[in-house]
């Protein structure tokens, strides 16, 4: 997947938002919906990795399963993974699944009523 598929994927997402929140890192993208971050990715850096949330139990099958997989950078490993993108291992429906399901939990704990603003086309 390349840096421009990614950023779509991610930006398709009822509600997202892209932002730039560390001034030490510039280039770092944080990916939010209801103000939590749901996705993290240096979007010019290669190999080109995002770090995803994820239910900690699928987060260890995923890591044992696919050696692009691995725990999140920096980051709580337990609900963390971050994937490599490009380097072919994974699909294209992968990685828009691990995105998808990272913004669903974030979703998820969301209050009722922005859970509710993000149903609204």
């Known amino acids: 997947m390349t840096p421009e598929e990614l950023r779509a994927v991610c930006l ?11 001034p030490r890192n510039p280039g770092l993208s944080a990916f939010k919906v209801g103000g939590k971050i749901f996705a993290f990715c240096s979007l010019d850096d290669r190999p080109l990795r995002i770090s995803l949330k994820c239910e900690p ?13 691995t725990p999140g950078y920096h980051l709580n490993k337990r609900h963390w993974n971050t994937v490599v993108a490009d380097d072919g291992t994974l699909t294209a429906r992968m990685l828009r699944d691990l995105v998808e399901d990272s ?3 974030v ?14 086309p």
Request: charged fraction near 30%; glycine fraction near 8%; proline fraction near 7%.
């Open 57 to 69: 139990e699928l987060a260890v099958q995923l890591r044992n399963a696919h050696p692009a997989i």
């Open 107 to 120: 979703v998820a704990g969301l209050p009722r009523r922005e859970r509710h603003l993000l149903d609204r």
């Open 12 to 22: 398709g997402l009822n509600g997202t938002v892209e932002e730039r929140p560390f």
């Open 103 to 105: 913004y669903d939990l």
